[in-house]
């Protein structure tokens, strides 16, 4: 049977090791996850998948829900036949096939890509608004202890000046008809869906708010701009930068993320969002392109325009958490940089696709 990559299980073993108490009271478990074969719901497959061989006294079992529609079976293949965690394709969005009983929900379906959002906007609003419901419908039949929701940064749309970093009570700046609507406002009314069900039905509900996560398990055709820069350098090619290049993000490598993730579901806040990033380097994508060509070597970086009319429309100029509540209440403290984190991305990418990853 295929093993999850080294890699991958470094990171899992740092997660682990960072919140090991907490994770400790989730042994024997039954958790129901949508979306595992994504990039981060995978990582919670294959850190559960970790407890129950190094870690967990009484194993937990996991249920995922995944149609493949953004993610890929290979991510997952390791995990076949494993005797605790069953992967059934279906769509969240219909009936459910499951009924539980289960302790913890998390809702990581949704396509987060925007080239491939924008080319889904029904399938998406669809995961983000009626598969919640769905699966807020189940979690409330069943006295689960934790339901997380994958939210996004994105429900802050572009922040007005002011409002960098952005803490959780900004209210935004989104547009409700343009082409990026149907991700971010559907995650707006997913967070409006998931808060009252807290509060009308006390569904212990926790809402993320995950800020440019990036790091192995990113696919190099998932059309985000860190996959994007590092599969052009790693073929030789030039890397295309398809805005001026002075936009910023600050990104989280996936091992922080995951942490923060996991310490919102185990925490004891209910019916509350957090933000989930990094605010250690926020960067202008000229700048991101130019790392990537240094840690690869041998490229250039170039501008091009977008094939794709809508690439840039309502794109945000800046994009930085403020993370004062999530270090507060969750004990959340980011620790990889973006070098590290990145050089991590691109050894994973050079031992699943090959040294030319073509
Ligand atoms: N990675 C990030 O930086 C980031 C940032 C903000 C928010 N998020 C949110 O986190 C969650 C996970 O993101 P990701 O980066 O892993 O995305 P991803 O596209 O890699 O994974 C999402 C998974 O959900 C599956 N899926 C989509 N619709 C489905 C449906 N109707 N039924 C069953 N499965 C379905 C996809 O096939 C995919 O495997 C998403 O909700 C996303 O919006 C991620």
């Not at 990171?11 to 958790?31: F, M, Q, T």
């Not at 394709?89 to 289960?102: A, C, N, S, Y």
């Not at 923060?260 to 700048?287: K, T």
Request: charged share 25%; proline share 6%; hydrophobic share 35%.
């Amino acid at each position: 049977m295929p093993a999850v990559s080294p890699i991958i299980r470094e990171d899992v073993e740092r997660i682990v090791e960072n919140l090991k108490e907490e994770l400790w009271e989730a042994r024997g478990s039954r958790w129901l996850i949508s979306g595992g074969g994504g990039f981060l719901g995978a990582y919670f497959l294959d850190l559960l998948d970790y407890c129950n061989r190094e870690v967990f006294d009484r194993p937990c079992r996991v249920v995922c829900i995944e149609n493949f529609i953004s993610g890929t079976p290979a991510r997952v293949r390791h995990l076949r036949d494993n005797a605790f965690i069953q992967i059934i394709e279906g769509d969240i969005v219909k009936p459910l096939q499951v009924t539980g009983p289960f302790d913890y929900i998390l809702h990581a379906a949704s396509i987060a890509s925007p080239t491939f959002y924008r080319k889904h906007p029904i399938e998406t609003i669809e995961a983000n608004v009626l598969g919640l419901k769905n699966l807020l419908d189940l979690g409330r039949t069943l006295d689960v202890k934790g339901f997380l929701y994958f939210s996004t940064s994105e429900v802050y749309g572009d922040p007005l000046p002011g409002n960098i970093p952005t803490p959780e009570d900004y209210n935004g700046n989104v547009s409700c008809t343009g082409p990026r609507a149907c991700y971010d406002e559907s995650k707006r009314l997913g967070e409006t869906l998931a808060v009252n069900y807290y509060r009308q039905y006390g569904l212990p509900v926790k809402v993320v708010r995950p800020f440019n996560v990036y790091g192995p398990g990113l696919k190099l055709e998932d059309r985000r701009v860190i996959p994007d820069f590092c599969r052009d350098a790693l073929r030789g090619k030039k890397i295309a930068i398809l805005d001026d290049g002075r936009s910023t993000r600050s990104f989280c490598y996936v091992g922080d993320a995951v942490t923060g993730f996991l310490a919102a579901l185990l925490s004891p806040h209910r019916g509350e969002a957090f933000n989930v990033g990094s605010d250690e380097q926020e960067i202008d994508i000229l700048s991101l392109a130019e790392l990537i060509a240094g840690l690869v070597g041998g490229v250039e970086v170039e501008f091009v325009r977008s094939s794709e009319e809508d690439y840039l429309t309502d794109n945000p100029r800046r994009r930085c958490p403020d993370l004062t509540k999530a270090r507060e209440l969750l004990g959340y403290q980011p620790g990889v940089g973006l070098k590290p984190g990145l050089l991590r991305m691109l050894a994973w990418y050079r031992e699943v696709y090959g040294e030319d990853c073509t």
